[in-house]
């Protein structure tokens, strides 16, 4: 059994714990997918004591698995086997703001909501908005990106610099602060989406956006899916520029309304955002918007200019996830996340509305990106239930592969979906195993995710 008490030479004792509420904390997200104890949990402050650590399990042959907020929907940090777990929660330090530049360094600890309320005095923020409080160094790891991914992108496009902590213990600075560059390999795109497999991170250099002045929100419904997608191909096809464009089934509108206790229409929904300088713009946008919807047959348009309106919709979405929760307690999410091609959007969402029929199930996702979130409820105890929501998964994510989409928009491969990369991936996977291999020969850093 491995000695623990060597962990206290280098960090203080408090943030040291081998407790069984603290691993239990620390040993599941928000997923369905099974708990898993750690063996010790530990909190650095500074890169030099995360890069003391790791040279200590790496002795001791112990797996390494970093957490940030545990709001991962794939089981992205569980620990499978066990060992030491990394949480970045105390080392959450905004180290410098950069208006000028239009960037912030920052600790992997960084709440990300925490950090655009900083950024708010500058006139800036960071764009990548997953919607549940993650932290920084989680972001990057699973190259999050969320509701406004249709103008902005996602986190890989505003990680500019890293200093990351090899599986060896070793310190490396990858990328500069330049706005752009074409020196060498794109080191920081390697490790952003690697989830904690090749490196960890414990800083970042993060480019930052201007706070639009102005913000027109709508909410417009529709008879049918099909003329709620092929709106968002229409608007995006007309040269707009939403900030935000987010797809809810007319069920996921129902939920909405008794869990929040909403008077909303219960029919296919759009909920869309524009930003810009002047509220006039916004205004003759909007009358363009208007009438592509009303092209499709727009039940209602509910629309409004501001700050006060934004909040409002954007409330309505963030709330999605808690509300499907609430409403079916004692049950578990499965929640699918796969994206394809905007064309083959309106396809997409309607095989995979078709595909759960028969179980517990939720449409919504990121329309402007072509990113559909499938959220099925269920029992993982009852194997029967079960089977077959895992064949809905299977039937989903094949066919966005056969739409050259992907079995992950934004949610990460972590457990669930590793069986789903050769057939994604093919010959390439091999070169993504070797690179593991290089970079961390014992399979140490989170070991069982990424590859069966």
């Known amino acids: 059994m491995t000695d623990f008490s060597e962990l206290k030479a280098i960090l203080d004792e408090r943030r040291v714990s081998s407790g069984e509420s603290v691993r239990h904390l620390h040993s599941h997200d928000e997923s369905f997918h099974a708990p898993s104890l750690p063996d010790v949990v530990v909190w650095p402050h500074t890169t030099e004591e995360a890069s003391r650590l790791v040279r200590w399990a790496r002795e001791k042959r112990v797996p390494v698995t970093a957490w940030g907020a545990g709001t991962s929907l794939e089981g992205n940090p569980i620990p499978v086997r066990g060992g030491m777990v990394m949480d970045f929660n105390e080392m959450n330090r905004i180290i410098a703001v950069r208006p000028e530049d239009f960037q912030a360094d920052v600790q992997a600890g960084v709440i990300y909501k925490e950090l655009n309320k900083r950024l708010a005095r500058d006139g800036l923020f960071f764009p990548p908005d997953p919607g549940a409080a993650a932290t920084i160094g989680g972001m990057i790891g699973n190259n999050a990106s969320g509701i406004r991914s249709v103008r902005y992108g996602a ?191 309106s396809e997409m969402v309607d095989f995979s509305k078709n595909e759960v029929r028969d179980l517990t199930a939720y449409l919504f996702g990121h329309a402007g990106d072509g990113n559909i979130h499938v959220h099925v409820m269920d029992d993982p105890q009852d194997a029967k239930r079960w089977a077959r929501v895992e064949e809905a998964t299977r039937s989903i994510v094949m066919k966005a592969l056969e739409f050259e989409g992907t079995c992950t928009g934004e949610h990460g491969i972590g457990i669930g979906k590793s069986r789903f990369m050769e057939t994604e991936h093919g010959a390439s996977l091999m070169l993504m195993k070797r690179l593991k291999a290089l970079l961390d020969p014992e399979n140490l850093f989170n070991p069982g995710k990424f590859f069966l």
């Open 155 to 345: 986190t890989k496009d505003y990680v500019m610099r890293l200093t990351v902590v090899l599986p060896d213990g070793e310190v490396i600075h990858a990328g500069n602060r330049a706005r752009k560059s074409s020196s060498g390999y794109n080191l920081p795109a390697l490790f952003t989406g690697s989830e904690g497999t090749l490196g960890i991170i414990t800083e970042a250099t993060l480019k930052l956006a201007g706070l639009p002045v102005n913000f027109m929100a709508v909410r417009a419904t529709f008879p049918t899916v099909l003329n709620a997608t092929t709106t968002v191909y229409q608007i995006m096809r007309a040269g707009l520029a939403p900030a935000a464009m987010e797809f809810l089934d007319a069920n996921v509108v129902r939920v909405l309304n008794a869990d929040r206790d909403l008077t909303l229409e219960e029919n296919p929904t759009l909920l869309m955002e524009f930003s810009g300088y002047s509220r006039q713009g916004l205004a003759e946008e909007m009358a363009f918007v208007e009438e592509i919807c009303q092209q499709n047959g727009a039940l209602s348009i509910d629309r409004g200019i501001g700050a006060e309106e934004r909040a409002r919709l954007w409330e309505i979405r963030h709330q999605t996830y808690e509300s499907i929760k609430r409403y079916h307690t004692g049950l578990s999410p499965l929640i699918m996340d796969v994206a394809v091609p905007l064309s083959r959007y």
